[in-house]
C-alpha cells in the first residue's frame, strides 16, 4: 500500500544563488528561512508557508548542459508519520530501477532519498517535533521504533543552539510571513 504523499517541496540547481534567491523574494515574496554550505556548495531554503520551513531549496552548482544536476535538485513528497517512510523504503529497496537509497535525520525531518530510473532524486520524508538550522545531516535507521528514532534525534539536537519546538517555529514564522506580505502589498 502507498502511504498518503502530499508533493511539499522542490530543489533546484542555480548558478548564481544570490541572485535567485533575491529574484524569489522580491518578485515571489518567498522568505529565507536557512542558508548554508552541504556538500561543497551554497544551499538556500525559501518558503511562503508557515507550516514549510521549505517549499524551495536552491543549491549552487549547477552545471551547463542538460542531463541529472541540470536543473531539478530534487521533489519532496510529505508523509504524515514514520511508517509512511518505512513503508516507501520497502517499496524503494525493493526495485531494481531505483538507486543512491539513503535514509537521513535533519533534526526537523526524518527523510529517505533515493533516485528514480531517470536519476531524479526523490525525497519522502515527515516533520519531528522540532526546528533547527538547516543544513543539518545524521543518519537514519528506519529499523528501529519510533520511540527510538525520535530519542536519539533529541540526543543528537541536545545542546543545539537553534533547536525550538516546531509549534514554536511555525508560529514566529507565520508572523514573518504576514509581516513580509503586508509590506510588499503596501500602496
Known amino acids: 500500500m502507498i502511504p498518503d504523499l502530499k508533493l511539499r517541496h522542490m530543489g533546484m540547481f542555480v548558478r548564481d544563488i544570490e541572485t535567485m534567491a533575491a529574484f524569489y523574494t522580491d518578485v515571489l515574496g ?31 552548482g549547477r552545471h551547463p548542459g542538460d542531463g541529472p544536476g541540470y536543473g531539478l535538485q530534487q521533489i519532496s513528497f510529505w508523509v504524515p508519520q514514520l511508517d509512511g517512510l518505512r513503508v516507501m523504503h520497502q517499496r524503494v529497496r525493493a526495485r531494481n530501477d531505483t538507486g543512491l537509497i539513503q ?22 520524508y ?26 536519539r534525534t533529541e540526543q543528537h539536537l541536545a545542546g543545539n543552539p537553534t533547536k525550538q519546538d516546531r509549534t514554536d517555529w511555525v508560529a514566529a514564522f507565520g508572523e514573518q510571513i504576514r509581516a513580509s506580505h503586508a509590506a510588499h502589498n503596501r500602496p
Not at 522568505?31 to 544551499?43: A, E, N, S
Not at 538550522?133 to 519510533?146: C, F, G, K, N, V
Open 30 to 60: 518567498f522568505l529565507i528561512t536557512d542558508r548554508g554550505d552541504v556538500r561543497g556548495q551554497k544551499v538556500v531554503f525559501l518558503s511562503r508557508d508557515a507550516q514549510s520551513h521549505h517549499q524551495l531549496v536552491m543549491e549552487s
Open 103 to 124: 535514509c537521513v535525520d535533519h533534526g526537523n525531518s526524518w527523510s529517505l532519498y533515493f533516485r528514480d530510473p531517470e536519476a531524479n532524486r526523490i525525497e519522502v
Open 126 to 151: 515527515t516533520d519531528t517535533p522540532w526546528h533547527i538550522a538547516q543544513p543539518y545531516l545524521e543518519p537514519l535507521d528506519l529499523d528501529l521504533s519510533d520511540a527510538e528514532i525520535t530519542h
